[in-house]
T-cell receptor, first 118, second 114 residues
């Protein structure tokens, strides 16, 4: 069965600290996709990254970086030098579909609420 | 122009009523979805439509029915509303191919059933 676990319910840091959000997934498929989405206090859901199961390269985008390790079934997200604007709920998600359309059938984790204090 | 738009943004209604939430996307995407976010922020897919065909139908009550008049619209109809239906409902769309799964979400529609 597919499952996404975000063990950290809430994290609070002070601005400029680095913070890592953990994500562990379960799947029986060899082809799958992993995602991170951000939900700021305003409520919208914003796509951050998509990674397929065959690409274990780490990704860096500005202050954001992602570490994908199939050996531990983890897809962790690190924010470097956090800012107040990073305060949001962050969701990790998994998709097992390998054909068009239902790749958007995402299994979400329960989210990690990040609070960055000035 | 808003990429994925939903109306209404807020909806307060009584138990037993029937209501609809509309969704439109102007991105030319092939697939549209409805997700439900409960009071604990848990997100779960309800439906998706690809080229006007229902391709995913999770185990939601049959009081919920998606209707897609065309590729750019996916409306959500809810009959005989119950207290437990109170949630935020998100519409989303995505393109097939390399970007599949990259969902563009609407702003959400907060439904409160009294």
């Amino acid at each position: 069965a597919q499952k996404v676990t975000q063990a950290q319910t809430e994290i609070s840091v002070v601005e400029k600290e680095d913070v890592t959000l953990d994500c562990v997934y379960e799947t029986r498929d060899t082809t799958y996709y992993l995602f991170w989405y951000k939900q700021p206090p305003s409520g919208e859901l914003v796509f951050l990254i998509r990674r397929n199961s065959f690409d274990e390269q780490n990704e860096i985008s500005g202050r954001y970086s992602w570490n994908f390790q199939k050996s531990t079934s983890s897809f962790n997200f690190t924010i470097t030098a956090s800012q107040v604007v990073d305060s949001a709920v962050y969701f990790c998600a998994l998709s097992e579909a390998d054909y068009g359309g239902s790749q958007g059938n995402l299994i979400f984790g329960k989210g990690t609420k990040l609070s960055v204090k000035p | 122009d808003t990429a994925v738009s939903q109306t209404p943004k807020y909806l307060v209604t009584q138990m037993g009523n029937d209501k609809s939430i509309k969704c439109e996307q102007n991105l030319g995407h092939d697939t549209m979805y409805w997700y439900k976010q409960d009071s604990k922020k848990f997100l779960k897919i309800m439906f998706s439509y690809n080229n006007k065909e229902l391709i995913i139908n999770e185990t939601v009550p049959n009081r919920f029915s998606p209707k897609s008049p065309d590729k750019a619209h996916l409306n959500l109809h809810i009959n005989s509303l119950e207290l437990g239906d109170s949630a935020v409902y998100f519409c989303a769309s995505s393109q097939e191919g390399e970007d599949a799964g990259e969902l563009f979400f609407g702003e959400g529609s907060r439904l409160t059933v009294l």
